[in-house]
């Protein structure tokens, strides 16, 4: 086994670690901010909830819904990294994620959070996924800008 079969491998498993235990999952009853994400070519379906505070913190965040591994995988790792960064933090962080699953230059990335996000790389090579994966960021984004429902399509 290749040290790439090694990481793909590894990658897999945190994927499907996150699809069947997804961090942060739930309703979120303080709530400032609220969307909802459809993608009606698979039938990926998210909401995701922030609490932003008073100094622009995501203070908390959850998620909710139904949808391939990749979907809820991309969800639960969203909402763990976003939780506690400012709303600057998670615009960086979503911008270097799309350019990262799209298989283009994500050096807007720190080291770490690049690293963290690396485990969704692999999608780039399937365009359809592609969709899957930037749902739930899309639909954060979508709750920031004032709670419209984000398609991917």
């Given amino acids: ?19 069947r235990h997804p ?4 309703p979120l009853e303080h709530a400032t901010h609220n969307g909802e994400g459809y993608n ?7 909401k995701v909830h922030l609490a932003v505070d008073g ?12 949808g ?5 995988a991309s969800a639960s790792l969203m909402t763990d990294m976003l939780a506690g960064r400012t709303l600057a933090e998670a615009e960086k962080l979503m911008d270097g994620f799309l350019h990262l699953v799209k298989g283009e230059d994500a050096g807007s990335l720190s080291e770490d ?3 963290r996000l690396n485990v969704m790389a ?7 996924r592609v969709k899957c994966a930037t749902l739930a ?13 984000a398609k991917t399509e």
């Fill in 113 to 115: 959070d690049h690293e």
């Fill in 55 to 66: 100094e622009g913190r995501i203070a908390d965040i959850k998620f909710e819904g139904r």
């Fill in 23 to 26: 961090r942060h999952f739930g």
């Fill in 40 to 46: 009606p070519l698979c039938g990926d379906r998210v």
């Fill in 68 to 72: 391939c591994a990749i979907s809820q």
């Fill in 137 to 149: 960021w899309h639909t954060m984004k979508s709750a920031l800008e004032g709670g419209t429902a």
């Fill in 1 to 19: 086994m290749t040290i790439d079969d090694s990481l793909r491998e590894l990658y897999q498993e945190v994927i499907l670690d996150h699809s």
């Fill in 122 to 128: 692999g999608v780039s090579a399937f365009p359809m």
